[in-house]
């Protein structure tokens, strides 16, 4: 493979051994793809890549979306670094990217840049292995169900305070109904759900509202979580496809900073 590998728990993450130039081999990266999509989330502790090299690392792992400077995009509460800060805010809950698209991201890779001495830690959940877990009643009830995403009940979960000025932010972007039950190409089943889920179609709202915090239970048990404390100079690389995420909240005026490059989605919802 050109690294090692070494699991972080059961179902979720590897670490990964190697340095930057071994990464940035064409044949070490498609490795690194298939472990990434097996195990949903790679750890590299305090890999200290640059930020030209996490765009090539990321270019060989698909396509980079562009988008920030170059393919880095500066995650940070700071709006003086990043005019997007406020609705950062909604990474301090469980979700997944792209539930506003058709199409959602496939993955991200982030570096840690300057830390915050609270909080900061980011959690992964691996929906996969979730929902292969399910008992097969649940299985059997959720199968044909969908589910509206809303750009707006996710910033409104994260305690965004409505003005008419965020409200027209939030209207502009339009609710997206999904399968809860994301049947992938490769045989897969993931679920769709996360702090942007609003409600299940036809069902009524207290019972669509149990369900779905039942099933947000369910994916972000212990067994299915892995928790990162960072270190600066490592980086992370996960799934979004299969894989929800979040940070623990931290100070506005941390100066916490991220360098993050995303990898364009390959695969539509359901």
């Not at 995650?75 to 800060?85: I, K």
């Not at 805010?89 to 058709?102: I, N, Q, Y």
């Not at 502009?172 to 993931?190: E, F, M, N």
Request: some cysteine; overall charge negative; proline content about 3%.
């Amino acid at each position: 493979m050109g690294f090692e590998g070494i699991n972080l728990t059961e179902h979720t993450g590897s670490e990964v051994r190697a340095d930057v130039a071994t990464l940035l081999r064409p044949e070490v990266a498609a490795n690194l793809r298939k472990l990434l999509i097996e195990r949903g989330m790679l750890l590299f502790r305090e890999l200290n890549i640059s930020d030209e090299d996490q765009v090539a690392l990321a270019g060989l792992l698909g396509t980079v979306r562009q988008e920030g400077e170059k393919g880095i995009f500066k995650v940070t509460l700071d709006n003086r670094a990043n005019m997007q800060a406020l609705y950062l805010r909604g990474s301090f809950l469980w979700h997944m990217d792209g539930t506003h698209d058709t199409v959602p991201v496939f993955g991200s890779l982030l570096s840690g840049r300057v830390l915050s001495e609270e909080g900061g830690d980011t959690l992964f959940a691996n929906s996969y292995a979730a929902y292969e877990a399910l008992p097969q009643a649940m299985k059997d009830r959720i199968a044909d169900l969908r589910a509206v995403h809303s750009f707006a009940v996710s910033m409104t979960n994260a305690g965004v305070e409505r003005t008419p000025e965020t409200e027209a932010h939030w209207a502009s972007i339009p609710d997206q109904t999904h399968a809860l039950v994301w049947g992938h190409k490769s045989g897969r089943k993931s679920l769709v759900i996360g702090c942007h889920a609003s409600h299940v179609v036809g069902m009524e709202r207290d019972e669509s509202d149990a369900l779905l915090a039942e099933l947000m239970d369910w994916i972000t048990q212990p067994r299915f979580v892995y928790r990162h404390k960072w270190t600066v100079g490592d980086m992370l690389i996960w799934d979004n496809t299969g894989v929800l995420h979040k940070a623990d909240a931290y100070p506005i005026g941390s100066g916490r900073m991220m360098h993050r490059t995303t990898l364009m989605g390959e695969e539509a919802f359901a």
